[in-house]
C-alpha cells in the first residue's frame, strides 16, 4: 500500500469517530483535508486525539447534549432520545435495586424506619414510572402508527423492529424466569409483601443481569446454564429496545403539540427520577442489614446509585437544552 | 425586494449573528480566524488551515477547524459552495461579515483600552 492509500485509510477509519449524519455531510471533504494534514505533519500524534475528541463531541451535540444549538423541534427530539437512554440506565439499575428489597420484604418486613420509607418511596415511584411510560408512549405509537398507515413511514421500520423484537425478548423472558424462581412468584409468603409478588419476580428476572455475579465466575458456573444465557441475552434485548426506541423518537415527524407533551412528560419522569434518587440514597446510607441481611446494601448498589445520579444529571441536561432550543426559537 | 429591503435584512442577520458568535465558547477563536480567512474569498478546509497558519502563526487541527466550520454553517455564518471537487470550498455570508465585523470591532477597543492603559502605567519600565 503506498503512502497516499495508507493515509486514505487512516484517514477512512478516523472518520467513523463521527456520527453518520456528519459523515454524510462533511465526511469525503474532511477526508481530503486529513490526508493533506497527513502529508505535512506525518509524525504528529495529537491528531487522532483531535480528531477522536471532535467526533465524540459531534456525536454528542448530535444528542443534543452540548455544542451547537439544534432548531427547537430537532432539539426537542434529540432531547427525547437522550431521556430515553438515561431513563433507561436508570431504570435498569432502579428497578434492579427495588426488586431486590421488595423481595426481601416478602420474606420478612424491613427493621428500620430508613429502610421501610425508602421501598414505600421508591415503590410509589415505580407506579409514577408506568404511569408515565403508558402517556409518553400513547403519542409515539399513535403518530408511527399513523406514519405507516399514511406510507410516510420512510426509515422507520427497523427502528420499529428493534422496539418489538427488543420488548418481546424481555417480556416473554422475563415472565418465564420470573415464573421459575422459587422465592418469588411461587413463594408461600409472596402474598405478605408491600408489593405483589408477580410484579417483583418480573422486574428480578428483567435485572437479573445486574448483578456483582459477574465479579465471581466460579459462582457464577454454578448457575443453570439457561440462566446465564438469560443474564447475557437480556441486556442485548433491553439494549436493542433502547437504540430502537431513540432512533423512533429521532426520526418521526412528531406535532408541536405532542412535542410538548413528551417533553412535559419528560419533566416529571426527571423529578420522579429525582425522589427514586433519595428514596435509594435513604436505604443506602440509613437502611441496615435488617433481618437475615435482606436489606443489606453492597458495592454494586453503591455503584448503582452514582450511575444512576450520572444518568439523572444527563436528563436534566438534555431536558435545560430543550427549553433553551424553544426560547432561541421563540427569539426569532 | 428593494435594496433598503435587503440591506435591512442583511443588517437583522447580522444582529442575530453576531450574537450567534458569542455562543461559541471554546471554539470562538477558531470561529474568528474562519470568518477572517474567508473574508477575501471562498476556501476549502486545506487552504483554510494554510491561510490561517499565513496571517495568525496557528495551525488548526482538522477536527477543531471542521468542529467551527460545521457551527458556522449552522448559524448561517458561512456557507458552502457548491462544487465537483471532493474539496469543499466555504464562503461567508453576508450575516457572517456583519458578525465578523462587530466582533473584531469589539476586540478592537479592549486590545485600545489595553494598550492605553499599559502606554500610562508601564511606558517606562
Known amino acids: 500500500m503506498t503512502r497516499g492509500a495508507s493515509s486514505r485509510h487512516h484517514a477512512e477509519r478516523l472518520l467513523r469517530c463521527y456520527p453518520r449524519a456528519w459523515r454524510e455531510r462533511y465526511g469525503e471533504e474532511f477526508v481530503e483535508l486529513l490526508v493533506e494534514d497527513f502529508a505535512d505533519r506525518p509524525r504528529w500524534s495529537g491528531r487522532t486525539c483531535n480528531v477522536v475528541a471532535s467526533g465524540l463531541l459531534a456525536r454528542i451535540s448530535g444528542a443534543g447534549l452540548t455544542g451547537a444549538a439544534l432548531d427547537a423541534p430537532d432539539q426537542a427530539r434529540a432531547t427525547l432520545a437522550a431521556l430515553i437512554g438515561s431513563l433507561a440506565m436508570f431504570l435498569a439499575l432502579g428497578i434492579a435495586m427495588w426488586s431486590q428489597l421488595t423481595i426481601g420484604w416478602q420474606w420478612s418486613a424491613p427493621d428500620t424506619p430508613g429502610t421501610t420509607i425508602a421501598v414505600i418511596a421508591m415503590s410509589v415511584v415505580v407506579v409514577i414510572f408506568a404511569v408515565l411510560a403508558v402517556c409518553a408512549a400513547g403519542p409515539v405509537i399513535w403518530t408511527v402508527a399513523r406514519a405507516f398507515l399514511h406510507k410516510n413511514a420512510g426509515g422507520l421500520g427497523r427502528p420499529s423492529l428493534l422496539v418489538g423484537v427488543g420488548l418481546a425478548v424481555v417480556i416473554v423472558g422475563s415472565r418465564h424466569f420470573g415464573n421459575g424462581w422459587p422465592g418469588t412468584g411461587g413463594h408461600p409468603w409472596s402474598h405478605q409483601g408491600m408489593v405483589p409478588g408477580g410484579v417483583a419476580a418480573f422486574s428480578w428476572a428483567a435485572t437479573l443481569s445486574i448483578t456483582s455475579y459477574w465479579m465471581h465466575p466460579s459462582a457464577l458456573l454454578a448457575f443453570p446454564r439457561t440462566e446465564v444465557v438469560w443474564m447475557l441475552s437480556s441486556p442485548l434485548a433491553m439494549g436493542m429496545a433502547v437504540v430502537g426506541s431513540a432512533k423512533l423518537v429521532r426520526r418521526v415527524q412528531f406535532s408541536a403539540r405532542v412535542l410538548r407533551i413528551e417533553i412535559l412528560l419528560g419533566r416529571v419522569a426527571a423529578l420522579a427520577m429525582s425522589l427514586f434518587l433519595v428514596a435509594a440514597g435513604l436505604w443506602t446510607l440509613k437502611g441496615g442489614p435488617g433481618p437475615r441481611g435482606l436489606f443489606d446494601t453492597g458495592s454494586i448498589d453503591r455503584f448503582a446509585l452514582v450511575a444512576m445520579a450520572v444518568a439523572l444529571v444527563v436528563a436534566v441536561h438534555s431536558l435545560r437544552r430543550a427549553r433553551s432550543g424553544r426560547r432561541t426559537q421563540l427569539a426569532h | ?125
Do not use: C
Open chain 2, 1 to 125: 425586494m428593494t435594496p433598503v429591503a435587503r440591506n435591512r435584512e442583511t443588517a437583522e442577520t447580522g444582529a442575530d449573528a453576531a450574537a450567534a458568535l458569542g455562543t461559541f465558547g471554546r471554539y470562538a477563536g477558531p470561529a474568528t480566524l474562519i470568518l477572517s480567512s474567508l473574508a477575501d474569498g471562498a476556501k476549502h478546509g486545506y487552504a483554510l488551515t494554510k491561510d490561517i497558519e499565513k496571517f495568525a502563526g496557528i495551525r488548526l487541527a482538522p477536527g477543531t477547524l471542521y468542529e467551527a466550520l460545521s457551527r458556522l454553517e449552522g448559524q448561517k455564518l458561512i456557507e458552502a459552495v457548491p462544487s465537483d471537487d471532493r474539496k469543499r470550498p466555504y464562503k461567508l455570508t453576508a450575516g457572517g461579515a456583519v458578525a465578523l465585523r462587530e466582533h473584531l470591532n469589539a476586540q478592537r477597543q479592549m486590545a485600545d483600552v489595553g494598550l492605553g492603559r499599559l502606554a500610562r502605567s508601564w511606558a517606562t519600565s
